[in-house]
């Protein structure tokens, strides 16, 4: 149950409270905001908890009150499901891919070429993608001359170790699929992934990973039970069917030697342990060769705001203060999330606060002042949390508003603005297009 007005939140009870609960607490309030009162009282306040009482106290009224609210909660929606992550050679969704790139190596007479081949794998496709490369190297790349011997060899250790890959990149993968098997309600995995970014050097995937994590034990994920395995710590007989491939060709007897001596580093490069620096193996140089530089690695998944925004939830505020002022109350019956922003004409005050899908938010704490109205519709928040990536439009109503306190003999008047937002239309006010960075500035 919701408490959209904030009565009994300004009651200081529950929604669910007694009529004897409701009464004390209303004669407590009373008698402390009453302009009476001997410590100065406060007329709207009391004003306020008139209204809220009237209501609430009332059997009838109260009903009527909570039932207006369950309608306006919409059912519990799982947030857009987000497809994990499918290897690039079986395309099977996999829990923990690692962006690679391993190298194919062809001679003729004097021209040696080195093409990476890279993608997105699955720890079995992996394997399988670095056998092929060297058992393609290990026929193709020996016919030129210097080069190809000692490319065939360079690589081919390349490709022993695992290729080449970056921890970060691996991170970024794994953060996502932590975010997208959450979204699909496999919370163990998603847990079991957010553990091993945790410790994550990029900023962002860590602190996400700490904040999933705790949400997922408060949800009853029991951390002994996610704990995930890694398979790719899993040694199989590749290396040794590697080693093979390669010696089948006579000359390779010195390369051998190498291979087992570079062969052993195997497990310290993809140790997982955070203390453990990645360097990725060197390579040959290309010096007097066309360039065959490693290409960009993959673009990470675009991301979006780490938290899912609360209805009413402030995403940024510049001069508010803690005391009750005047009130705008935002009815969001547009299709789509919306984010409202009030912004004084004089900058002291700006205010951007979210209202979910057919849900009521409200402010009250705008102090008086001249503010243009402006807001924005879309359905996930961007990755400062502060907009929507992408924004469906932005919108401004026109005009200024003027919030003015007045007084009189005993009491002070505020203002309370509603605006309604309406699929159809631009809802009870004119709005006008405005571009999303109009409406990003502060
Ligand atoms: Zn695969």
């Known amino acids: 149950m919701t408490d959209p007005m904030g009565y009994y939140a300004l009651l200081g009870v529950q929604p669910g409270s007694s009529p004897e609960t409701i009464k004390r607490a209303y004669r407590e309030l009373a008698k402390k905001y009453h302009p009476d009162a001997r410590d100065g009282g406060s007329s709207s306040q009391f004003r306020a908890i008139n209204e809220a009482y009237v209501i609430l106290i009332d059997p009838k009224r109260r009903a009527d009150y909570d039932a207006i609210i369950q309608p306006a909660e919409p059912p519990p929606k799982q947030s857009k499901a987000i497809d994990p992550i499918c290897c690039s050679e079986c395309k099977r969704p996999t829990a923990q891919p690692r962006h690679l790139r391993f190298w194919k190596v062809y001679s003729v007479l004097i021209a040696t070429v080195r093409v990476p081949v890279q993608g997105i794998y699955c720890a079995e496709c992996a394997k399988t993608a670095a056998l092929h490369a060297t058992v393609f190297s290990s026929i193709a790349g020996w016919w030129g001359f210097p080069w190809g011997p000692i490319y065939t060899i360079s690589t081919a250790i390349t490709n022993i170790m695992g290729g080449v890959g970056s921890l970060e990149s691996d991170h970024a993968l794994l953060w996502y699929n932590a975010v997208a098997f959450h979204s699909i309600g496999n919370d163990r995995l998603a847990y079991g992934l957010a553990l091993k970014v945790?410790?994550?050097?990029?900023?962002?995937?860590?602190?996400?990973?700490?904040?999933?994590?705790?949400?997922?034990?408060?949800?009853?994920?029991?951390?002994?039970?996610?704990?995930?395995?890694?398979?790719?710590?899993?040694?199989?007989?590749?290396?040794?069917?590697?080693?093979?491939?390669?010696?089948?060709?006579?000359?390779?007897?010195?390369?051998?030697?190498?291979?087992?001596?570079?062969?052993?580093?195997?497990?310290?490069?993809?140790?997982?342990?955070?203390?453990?620096?990645?360097?990725?193996?060197?390579?040959?140089?290309?010096?007097?060769?066309?360039?065959?530089?490693?290409?960009?690695?993959?673009?990470?998944?675009?991301?979006?705001?780490?938290?899912?925004?609360?209805?009413?939830?402030?995403?940024?505020?510049?001069?508010?203060?803690?005391?009750?002022?005047?009130?705008?109350?935002?009815?969001?019956?547009?299709?789509?999330?919306?984010?409202?922003?009030?912004?004084?004409?004089?900058?002291?005050?700006?205010?951007?606060?979210?209202?979910?899908?057919?849900?009521?938010?409200?402010?009250?704490?705008?102090?008086?002042?001249?503010?243009?109205?402006?807001?924005?519709?879309?359905?996930?928040?961007?990755?400062?949390?502060?907009?929507?990536?992408?924004?469906?439009?932005?919108?401004?109503?026109?005009?200024?508003?003027?919030f003015q306190t007045e007084f009189t003999a005993n009491s002070r008047i505020t203002h309370s603005l509603t605006y309604t937002l309406f699929t159809v239309r631009d809802g009870n006010a004119h709005a006008n297009n405005i571009s999303s960075s109009d409406f990003d500035a502060e």
């Open 198 to 402: 945790r410790n994550a050097r990029d900023e962002k995937v860590a602190e996400g990973a700490n904040y999933l994590l705790e949400l997922l034990e408060r949800r009853g994920v029991k951390p002994e039970t996610a704990e995930l395995k890694n398979p790719w710590a899993k040694r199989s007989s590749s290396p040794l069917k590697q080693i093979f491939a390669v010696s089948f060709i006579p000359t390779l007897v010195i390369g051998l030697t190498l291979v087992n001596i570079q062969g052993s580093r195997t497990i310290s490069v993809y140790n997982q342990s955070p203390d453990t620096p990645y360097r990725p193996p060197s390579i040959a140089s290309n010096e007097g060769r066309p360039d065959f530089r490693p290409a960009a690695p993959p673009t990470p998944p675009k991301k979006h705001c780490w938290f899912t925004p609360a209805n009413g939830q402030v995403l940024s505020a510049i001069g508010t203060s803690q005391d009750i002022f005047n009130r705008v109350i935002i009815e969001n019956g547009s299709e789509g999330n919306a984010i409202i922003k009030v912004k004084g004409l004089d900058r002291k005050f700006s205010l951007k606060f979210y209202v979910a899908e057919r849900m009521t938010a409200q402010f009250d704490r705008i102090p008086d002042g001249q503010y243009e109205i402006s807001y924005s519709s879309g359905e996930l928040l961007g990755e400062n949390c502060k907009g929507f990536d992408p924004p469906r439009f932005s919108k401004k109503f026109e005009g200024v508003e003027l």
